[in-house]
């Protein structure tokens, strides 16, 4: 596990596209739950459906391989995760998606501040004690795509859409 401490400097200041973080939200009694992603420059989120069918671990890597292959290549810089179990198979993500991946300190959560605050609005479709199974990857995509288009303050009232646009067609 590589520590957040040793990620590339741009991926502090949020000022380069391509940097994310991650983690999981978990359903009633840990029994489901889906992977979020956000890019930390736009705040661009992606929800990643796991398996129920598979370990915890298995549905994490598959599924972060599922969504982040799809990623520009001039997204693809690094991931920083909390030092979760579900990330064992850390190594198998970054070769699969070319993002290098770097981990949270312990009961740090205001290291990966973007995504906290991220799942923290995520609980206004997926409420706390709520089970995850019924959703399906295309449910995931439509709450990432109406949270997508949200305007933020902290992007000038942009939504994540035209600030990622902005970057991609330079």
């Known amino acids: 596990m590589v ?3 040793d990620r590339p400097v741009e991926a502090l200041d949020r000022g380069i596209p391509g940097h994310w973080e991650g983690d999981l939200i978990v359903g009633r009694n840990g029994g489901s739950a889906i ?16 398996d129920p069918e598979k370990s915890r671990v298995e549905a994490t890597r598959d599924g972060l391989i599922a969504k982040l292959t799809e990623l520009p290549e001039t997204l693809e810089q690094t991931l920083t995760w909390d030092r979760g ?33 991220t799942n923290g609005l995520l609980r206004q479709y997926f409420p706390k004690g709520t089970s995850l199974d019924g959703f399906a990857q295309a449910d995931l995509d439509f709450v990432a795509d109406q949270m997508n288009r949200r305007p933020r303050k902290r992007l000038g009232f942009r939504t994540p859409y035209e600030v990622l646009s902005e970057h991609l067609l330079q």
């Open 85 to 117: 179990t579900e990330m064992a198979q850390h190594r198998a993500v970054s070769i699969a998606t070319g993002l290098d991946v770097f981990f949270a300190d312990p009961h740090s959560p205001w290291q990966r501040a973007t995504n906290e605050n």
């Open 35 to 50: 992977g979020t992603v956000v890019e930390r420059h736009s705040t661009y989120l992606v929800l990643v459906w796991l």
């Open 3 to 5: 520590s957040i401490w």
